[in-house]
């Protein structure tokens, strides 16, 4: 079982940037794939983004929500196992705890909790206009 570790999240103005960390213990992260979801307030947690992993590549392909497309980037550090997401141009409707995930099940459409697992604690984002 792996386990995981956010942090990085704080109070930011509109406009500005945030580098997200996730950390991995218990399994190395190499043959994972994983995502972030965030949860804002009085709001279901909803998918932000998420890396499949390429074996031969320390990297992976990468899929995003529409909402943030152009400003976040999700990417993996297999030799620090670690997931990180650059998130830049940051809006206040951005605001939110953000969790990292692993991907348990292959997404039919949009990735959905359902298709996650191993759930980190979550690190609070918030951006104040």
């Known amino acids: 079982q792996v386990q995981l570790v956010e942090s990085g999240g704080r109070l930011v103005q509109a406009g500005g940037s945030l580098r997200l960390s996730c950390v991995a213990s218990?399994?190395?992260?190499?043959?994972?794939?994983l995502g972030w979801f965030r949860q804002s307030p009085g709001k279901e947690r909803e998918f932000v983004a998420s890396v499949v992993s390429i074996t031969w590549w320390n990297g992976g392909r990468t899929t995003y929500a529409d909402s943030v497309k152009g400003r976040f980037a999700i990417s993996k550090d297999n030799a620090k196992n670690t997931v990180y997401h650059k998130m830049n141009n940051l809006k206040p409707e951005d605001t939110g705890v953000y969790y990292c995930?692993?991907?348990?099940?292959?997404?039919?459409?949009?990735?959905?909790?359902?298709?996650?697992?191993?759930w980190g604690q979550g690190t609070q984002v918030t951006v104040s206009s």
């Open positions: 218990g399994r190395t992260i190499n043959n994972y794939d």
């Open positions: 995930a692993v991907q348990e099940r292959i997404p039919t459409g949009r990735p959905t909790e359902g298709d996650f697992g191993s």
